[in-house]
């Protein structure tokens, strides 16, 4: 199977191609809203890798502002969206929106200051139960129990489990484990697993949380500033598809209350947690529109097309990570290359019937 890496690499080689020069016009749209979750300095970057595609460095973002400003974007809130997708005009500026998902303490820390010197609008898309502290970032949580120790040993659901952390695979492959364990959890397994695995090591699920978690103070006091958006990102980060009526309209509808008694200003935007295709469709959409917000966000990749003004609900972005390294990859975004090596372009990178590439 393919590694995103791998396909980056792929299209790089093909992306001054006539076919490349084709494709860009077609799917380039009327711009892009890129898809951003932590901010780190380089030497604090996660060394797993599950964690580390949630990350950006400082470099990183400021390296992505320099070239949409070199390549005449338009900086645009998620406000401006809709009334830029009426434009029809093939001259007109391409509008580019940075918005951050969950609610990361560092998106006030590391990322505001640097938008905020390039004038960059921002959203950040609030999970409630962050800085109602409620919710339980394990995936942290494990990253510090592998990262500082070289064995992890605990009894769960009367079996010895002791997992060897000595080296960078023995982590990742202990990672994956324990994560696998608590994606399989039923009711309430997930705190008997949590007491059993990490609180003997002295990893409190609290402290965590208060760690990485912006608090509702900064999250008003960020709300103050014209330049930054706060939308609702459910009340839980869970599958919506999961989720029966009642519960749907609870997480969407419960956010964006709890959100504007907060901050005192109404919430007109709403990212989906898990927002691919599996987890977020028509009755999500739906659900959302009914819920009294003006836009909705997918982590479906693509750009901004004309069409999307039938389907402000289900906006798609792209996701920016650490693969992103440099001005190509960017191309290959921002174009629309991307976007179109899933679709119809997928033929002509597979090498096999049995190589399927990742989507």
């Not at 009327?30 to 901010?39: A, K």
């Not at 009367?158 to 608590?182: P, Q």
């Not at 977020?280 to 750009?303: C, H, L």
Request: charge should be positive; proline fraction near 3%; hydrophobic fraction near 40%.
């Amino acid at each position: 199977m393919y590694t995103r890496g791998r396909r980056l690499f792929q299209l790089k080689s093909i992306v001054k191609s006539a076919v490349y020069g084709a494709v860009s016009p077609l799917y380039s749209g009327r711009g892009s809203i890129l898809m951003f979750h932590r901010v780190c300095e380089k030497q604090n970057k996660s060394a797993i890798k599950f964690n580390s595609v949630l990350e950006v460095t400082t470099q990183h973002l400021e390296r992505i502002i320099l070239y949409f400003l070199k390549n005449d974007y338009r900086f645009a809130s998620i406000d401006e969206v809709p009334e830029a997708l009426l434009c029809n005009s093939k001259s007109a500026q391409k509008i580019v929106v940075f918005t951050f998902d969950d609610g990361y303490k560092d998106n006030l820390l590391l990322a505001y200051p640097l938008l905020k010197k390039y004038k960059v609008p921002l959203t950040i898309y609030v999970t409630t139960s962050f800085p109602e502290g409620t919710t339980i970032l394990w995936w942290y949580m494990l990253d510090d129990l592998v990262s500082k120790n070289s064995q992890i040993a605990f009894e769960y659901e009367g079996r010895r489990h002791k997992l060897d952390c000595s080296t960078r695979r023995g982590k990742e492959e202990a990672f994956m484990k324990i994560r696998n364990m608590i994606m399989s959890c039923k009711d309430g397994g997930m705190t008997s697993l949590i007491r059993a695995a990490f609180e003997r090591y002295g990893i409190m699920p609290g402290i965590k949380i208060r760690e990485l978690a912006l608090s509702w103070e900064q999250i008003a006091g960020l709300a103050q500033d014209p330049l930054v958006t706060i939308g609702a990102h459910a009340v839980n980060h869970v599958a919506l598809n999961r989720l029966g009526m009642q519960e749907l309209m609870n997480e969407i509808v419960g956010s964006k209350k709890l959100i504007e008694s907060k901050i005192r200003k109404p919430v007109r935007h709403f990212s989906y947690p898990f927002g691919g295709k599996k987890e977020a469709g028509i009755r999500e959409f739906d659900a959302v529109r009914q819920g009294g917000f003006k836009t909705g966000t997918t982590s479906r990749t693509g750009n901004l097309l004309s069409l999307h003004r039938l389907h402000l609900e289900a906006l798609p972005r792209l996701l920016v990570d650490g693969n992103v390294e440099d001005d190509t990859d960017l191309d290959i975004f921002v174009h629309g290359f991307m976007s179109h090596a899933k679709t119809q372009l997928k033929r002509f990178l597979l090498k096999s019937n049995s190589d399927k590439l990742a989507v």
